[in-house]
């Protein structure tokens, strides 16, 4: 790409629409684009069964850590 920008050759043939169509995106939304989907709610409930799963792990962990001693 020619400025980097993601607006595609500086040529006289072609269509010139390149990859960026001018949209702004340059490689996509971002990656924040699905979270800003969700609903607050929803994230919140994936949110706690995101940390009851970790806690689940770290018990785990810590049991393995006891049974060394």
Same mark, same amino acid.
Do not use: C, H, V
């Given at each position: =790409? /020619?400025? *980097?920008?993601? $607006?595609? /050759?500086?040529?006289?043939?072609?269509?010139? $629409?390149?990859?960026?169509?001018?949209?702004?995106? *340059? *490689?996509? /939304?971002? +990656?924040?684009?699905?979270?800003?989907? !969700?609903? /607050? +709610? #929803?994230?919140?409930?994936?949110? #706690?069964? #995101? +940390?009851?799963?970790?806690?689940? +792990?770290?018990?785990?962990?810590?049991? #393995? !850590? =006891?049974?060394?001693?």
């Amino acid at each position: =790409m /020619p400025r *980097r920008d993601g $607006t595609g /050759p500086n040529s006289s043939s072609g269509n010139g $629409t390149g990859l960026g169509l001018g949209s702004g995106y *340059r *490689r996509g /939304p971002g +990656k924040n684009f699905a979270n800003d989907l !969700i609903e /607050p +709610k #929803q994230k919140r409930e994936l949110l #706690q069964k #995101q +940390k009851e799963l970790l806690e689940r +792990k770290l018990d785990d962990l810590n049991k #393995q !850590i =006891m049974s060394q001693n």
